[in-house]
DNA sequence: TGTGTCATGTAACTGGTTACATGATTCT
DNA sequence: AGAATCATGTAACCAGTTACATGACACA
């Protein structure tokens, strides 16, 4: 349930309406806890009735500014800290690599060349963003580059990952 | 819907009851795509009634093993090769490090560094399991070893990333 | 005046989890 | 006789997705 932390987190920073984290999932969040228009009002309406969360400004066309409150930072910090088993991970990519002799040698490279060229792509876009940003000392700098530099060693290995497995496929 | 496809997978290689499948979840899939005994015996209903599996014997304690059909096959390859946009992926602890100005320096030292030690558990694990199984090169050597390399190497980065990060936050 | 953006919400569905429920067979 | 294992299934729930529905406001 961690969108819900996602909200609280959002919010830690500066207050905003729905249509505002929204936005702010589609442009930061997309690639670590992606969150869809209807979830985010659902769940603004249980934080606030839950009180982690308060309306303290109205505006135009129905626009209700959430805060958040003390009791929701303390659960933000609560949750931070949590020490918790690793959520189980599916893993589409290697489910399919797994049962790749369920096809022909020459089609499973083929499946491995263009997994390798996806994120090398993606990795591209990365390292595009990472000189596009002004990284300065504040926390968000400090702790966004954090996450972009996981992302950047995370598609290099699958790239080199991904070689290293082409290699080893059995000839045709 | 990958369940569907872990099962077809498995049962691609050998028949099995559920209760054999539920095993293999647990031995083999448990890191890739976990399933739960009630998943397991739903999702062969439904797969026996799409016509991609069949009941191929009975036994004791009612006991019904399955058998992939021709169909199930075709579909177990079209999945395998079919083109798709990477799913989002849900990042628990990338989300918390988002948020990690939050808690003091010191507390985000402390996450960082439980993090650390628990991807370096987890690579000693894989690391004996590497040594431990005797890898020959039929099908399930070579694409069982991929997937452990895999894991192997996402620990590494992931153990190495958390330094990184740890050299990098901010003094107290 | 019409297009794009801002803004809210609900309903139905899907996939995965937890809990419940039952009982036969095998081994010691 | 009792414990462990084999074996099946259902029900309620939770989180996330897709689709539907509505409409005010800003600006060109």
């Given at each position: 349930?961690?969108?819900?932390h996602?909200l609280l987190g959002?919010l830690s920073?500066?207050?905003?309406?729905?249509?505002?984290?929204?936005?702010?999932?589609?442009?930061?969040?997309?690639?670590?806890?992606?969150?869809?228009?209807?979830?985010?009002?659902?769940?603004?309406?249980?934080?606030?009735?839950?009180?982690l969360?308060?309306?303290?400004?109205?505006?135009?066309?129905?626009?209700?500014?959430?805060?958040i409150?003390?009791?929701g930072?303390?659960e933000l910090?609560?949750?931070?800290?949590?020490?918790?088993?690793?959520?189980?991970?599916?893993?589409?990519?290697?489910?399919?690599?797994?049962?790749?002799?369920?096809?022909?040698?020459?089609?499973?490279?083929?499946?491995?060349?263009?997994?390798?060229?996806?994120?090398?792509?993606?990795?591209?876009?990365?390292?595009?963003?990472?000189?596009?940003?002004?990284?300065?000392?504040?926390?968000?700098?400090?702790?966004?580059?954090?996450?972009?530099?996981?992302?950047?060693?995370?598609?290099?290995?699958?790239?080199?990952?991904?070689?290293?497995?082409?290699?080893?496929?059995?000839?045709?």
């Amino acid at each position: 349930m961690s969108l819900r932390h996602s909200l609280l987190g959002l919010l830690s920073e500066e207050p905003g309406s729905g249509w505002d984290l929204m936005r702010k999932f589609e442009l930061s969040l997309e690639n670590i806890w992606p969150a869809t228009q209807s979830q985010v009002y659902t769940e603004l309406g249980k934080l606030a009735e839950a009180g982690l969360i308060a309306v303290t400004a109205t505006g135009p066309r129905g626009r209700k500014e959430y805060a958040i409150t003390d009791e929701g930072r303390a659960e933000l910090r609560r949750w931070l800290l949590e020490p918790r088993r690793p959520r189980r991970q599916f893993d589409d990519l290697l489910l399919r690599v797994t049962f790749l002799n369920a096809v022909e040698p020459n089609q499973a490279r083929e499946f491995l060349t263009k997994t390798r060229d996806a994120v090398l792509e993606r990795e591209k876009e990365l390292e595009k963003l990472k000189e596009t940003v002004n990284w300065g000392d504040d926390a968000l700098s400090v702790y966004g580059r954090m996450t972009l530099e996981y992302g950047l060693r995370y598609t290099r290995m699958h790239a080199e990952w991904a070689d290293w497995a082409i290699a080893r496929l059995p000839e045709e």
